[in-house]
């Protein structure tokens, strides 16, 4: 299928090297516990300024690009409330929904904090449907039908990259009961799934200035800075940093992110400035459970591209 990004030779022989290296440096990891997407922008860069390209315009670049398994549906955790975080801004902006306290409160800690709590506000105002006890057979099916109009809003965007995605689901903490325990279907096939490669293209957006609007991009992108400064890390043990993308880079390095973690995978979804050096986005989903507990994984490879990017 049609990329929104390019194949390049360089490109290809860097991810292929980087991918052997992760390999040799943690073998338990197999071939089919890791995607990756990961993008280079080069000079004149599209992204990050202020959304000074139109939307049309902004799309008939392609950046170049490598992928590993980039469009095999994983389980995406936390990575998913970045899906949420357009919609709600698109439903904000269209009128769908009603600024509050409230909902930017949850916004805020759906994104910098990784709130479930907060994400089961989001869903709920995107929804119009709240969680609770089973329903007989006809409201449940207005409920479901309701629960899937962030999946319609995605499909109706015509990106092929995300024509196999499922956004539909809260994220939880110990699981969900009820109806939503029912909505995930009996072997959990309903549950939510995404790809590193519409990861990738829906981070692209938002860096490019084009998720919405140019004023709604920046918004959600200051909700995905991110410090590296080690007091700053310490000082909040749910970093999204540490055990992820943003602890392989130097502390001179400009961070957006938002990780992914449960038991059995560990993501990150990340656009990185380093100091003269070309801008770069990485997406990186491993699953498995003792991957999920591996907080050295994703620093390697975030360090790995660090490197690789200076010398492009």
Request: glycine share 6%.
């Amino acid at each position: 299928m049609t990329m929104f990004f390019h194949k390049d030779e360089q490109l290809e022989g860097l991810g292929d090297r980087l991918l052997e290296a992760t390999w040799a440096e943690f073998p338990g990891l197999a071939r089919n516990q890791i995607a990756v997407t990961w993008l280079v922008y080069d000079p004149p860069a599209i992204v990050n300024t202020g959304g000074a390209l139109s939307a049309e315009e902004f799309w008939k670049h392609s950046p170049r690009g490598f992928s590993y398994r980039g469009v095999e549906s994983i389980y995406p955790a936390s990575v998913v409330k970045l899906f949420y975080l357009v919609a709600l801004h698109e439903w904000l902006e269209q009128g769908m929904a009603q600024p509050s306290t409230e909902l930017e409160r949850a916004t805020k800690d759906m994104i910098v904090d990784s709130s479930n709590d907060a994400t089961s506000l989001v869903v709920d105002v995107l929804t119009g449907t709240t969680s609770g006890p089973e329903l007989p057979v006809a409201p449940f099916e207005t409920w479901k039908q309701q629960r899937n109009i962030v999946n319609r809003y995605f499909q109706s965007l015509a990106w092929t990259e995300l024509e196999t995605i499922n956004v539909n689901q809260k994220t939880w903490c110990d699981g969900a009961y009820g109806r939503e325990r029912e909505f995930l279907g009996e072997l959990m096939d309903n549950r939510n799934m995404l790809t590193t490669t519409a990861t990738a293209r829906l981070l692209h957006s938002i860096v490019g200035g084009v998720a919405v609007s140019a004023e709604r991009s920046h918004s959600m992108m200051q909700l995905m800075r991110r410090s590296l400064h080690p007091n700053d890390l310490a000082a909040d043990p749910e970093n999204q940093v540490t055990g992820f993308l943003g602890a392989g880079l130097p502390l001179n390095a400009r961070l957006w992110s938002k990780a992914g973690l449960m038991s059995r995978v560990r993501h990150d979804a990340a656009y990185v400035e380093l100091p003269d050096a070309r801008p770069y986005l990485l997406v990186v989903f491993t699953e498995g459970t003792a991957h999920s507990q591996n907080e050295a994984i994703l620093p390697f490879i975030s360090q790995q591209v660090a490197t690789a990017i200076v010398g492009l």
